[in-house]
């Protein structure tokens, strides 16, 4: 469980029993539902990526885009709903190369602008999977109801695969830039799980 939760869920349960003492029980149940909700909205799993030369997903969702653009790249979007686990992973193992936050807009995170005109913190992972050296970047995207994006990591951090690397809170989308040499294994509308769901394979070297 994210701390989060704890501390979203202790004041709501003492406002309800505030509520519950002065003005009784039913006024003080909306807070105890609140309160149930945030301690299941911070959830935090265990996870454990697949064996195999694979990306894994970053975040809990539903695959909502998978473009291919120039020279082979490929763009996998996962819009997170509000009751998707919102602990964001890393989808290969390495070291972070870059972290760079860029604020913005609060548009719905299922629109395709939101991609490039909301907040969010963009995360490059530089590794060797399948002894082949790659790049992979992911997005963690602000939506409608998400006002703050959390970071664990620093330039610098080596990570394990499928490690934690922070949150968004509330709606949200992250999107995962991968290379030519990944062969995407996703398809739009299939639900993922961060660190455990492989949302590309490296290709066999030519």
Known sequence: MVIYGYTYASGLVAGGLVLTWLAGWPWGVPFYILAVFCLNFFRDPERRAPEGPVA???????????????GGAHRISIFLNIFDVH??????PGK?????????????????ASSEANEQNIMTVEGVVGGRSTQVTFK???GLIARRIICYKKTGDVMEAAERVGLIKFGSRVDVMLGPEWEVTVKVGERVAAGSSAIARMREPA
């Open 56 to 70: 894994v997903s970053p975040a809990d969702g539903k695959v909502t885009l998978v473009n291919e653009g120039p």
């Open 87 to 92: 602990v964001n992973r890393t989808p290969i």
């Open 140 to 142: 963690q995207i602000a």
């Open 96 to 112: 972070m190369t870059c972290i760079s936050y860029k604020k913005g807009e609060f548009m719905s995170a299922t629109e395709a």
